[in-house]
């Protein structure tokens, strides 16, 4: 499996808070009700923003060489490219909307007020009110236009790191959320992505078997199996899941039964979990007791022994 992206994760879900929130302001402003209050939160050059935060991670992360001094790809390039034209585009959009919903009412007051001697400079202050204006529904027109086209660099995105389990695993998390943002069922997203949806439930499954979610890992793989997944190949990978997960809620004697039928059939891969497989029973001597704890002990040094051979 390769190793997750760092950041990646992240980046997703940052593009996706932002996502809905973006259209949710160009809605409310076609129907002439957004206020200032709400689009200076949004759209501000500070670490409070979710815009400002995902050109930042997507500037510290696919830039021409990453913290981690990998190669960055034409895809990363692009994304970065794109969300960078997002921002700047939607600080357009908050500044022409100060303009008409905060500066041009200040102006207007103050003309009230001022003497003749002052109309020709406030008679400039329109212009600028003016031509404020027009720019704020170009800066809408193509704020949604390239929030389109990140998406879309997204999912391109996502798909040249479909190897990344992390991504998969927030994918299937946030079903709801993702269907809403790119307008369509998460099987059809998933599919694209990694050629079949039992693929990415796979992947997420072993993802999550490898950080320790073992419960979460028998669910995903078993959902992968449903979804028309090879049996064979994921068979062992449950049988792990489910006996490390019944060694975590302290079913000891269905942990031994469960790892044993994982050593059977496993690949030979895969040394981390030999390793977590080997911690746990190895532990057994100190949380078991009586007769039929001794027999489940030695069981569990058995099965060690097998392993480590």
């Avoid at 995902?54 to 830039?63: Q, Y």
């Avoid at 059977?264 to 030999?274: I, Q, Y």
């Amino acid at each position: 499996m390769e190793a997750p992206v760092p950041g990646l994760v992240e980046i997703i879900r940052e593009f996706l808070v932002v996502d809905e929130a973006l259209r949710r302001l160009v809605r409310r402003y076609r129907d002439g009700e957004l206020v200032w209050d709400e689009v200076r939160t949004l759209m501000t050059d500070q670490e409070a923003s979710p815009l400002y935060r995902l050109k930042e991670r997507s500037h510290a992360l696919f830039r021409a060489e990453g913290s981690d001094h990998r190669s960055v790809r034409h895809r990363e390039v692009l994304f970065d490219l794109a969300i960078g034209s997002l921002f700047h585009e939607a600080m357009k959009f908050r500044e022409n909307l100060y303009q008409r919903e905060v500066y041009g009412p200040r102006v207007r007051a103050l003309r009230e007020e001022a003497g003749a001697e002052a109309e020709a400079l406030f008679a400039e202050f329109e212009k600028i009110l003016e031509f404020g204006s027009e720019r704020l529904e170009e800066s809408v027109i193509e704020t949604r236009a390239l929030l389109d086209r990140c998406r879309e660099q997204l999912a391109d995105l996502i798909t040249q790191h479909r190897d990344d389990g992390n991504a998969a695993r927030y994918l299937i998390e946030q079903r709801e959320l993702v269907e809403r943002v790119f307008e369509r069922g998460l099987d059809d997203l998933l599919e694209e992505i990694y050629g079949a949806t039992a693929s990415a439930w796979a992947l997420a499954g072993r993802s999550y078997v490898v950080s320790g979610y073992f419960e979460e890992g028998a669910a995903a793989l078993a959902g992968a199996i449903e979804r028309g997944a090879e049996s064979d190949a994921l068979e062992s990978w449950v049988d792990y899941a489910r006996g490390m997960a019944a060694y975590m809620r302290g079913d000891y004697a269905q942990s031994v039964r469960d790892l044993k039928a994982w050593s059977k059939d496993r690949d030979g891969g895969e040394s981390a979990l030999v390793e977590q497989a080997c911690a746990a029973m190895s532990r057994l001597e100190r949380l078991v007791t009586g007769d039929e704890g001794d027999a489940l002990v030695r069981q569990a040094e058995a099965l060690v022994a097998e392993l480590t051979s």
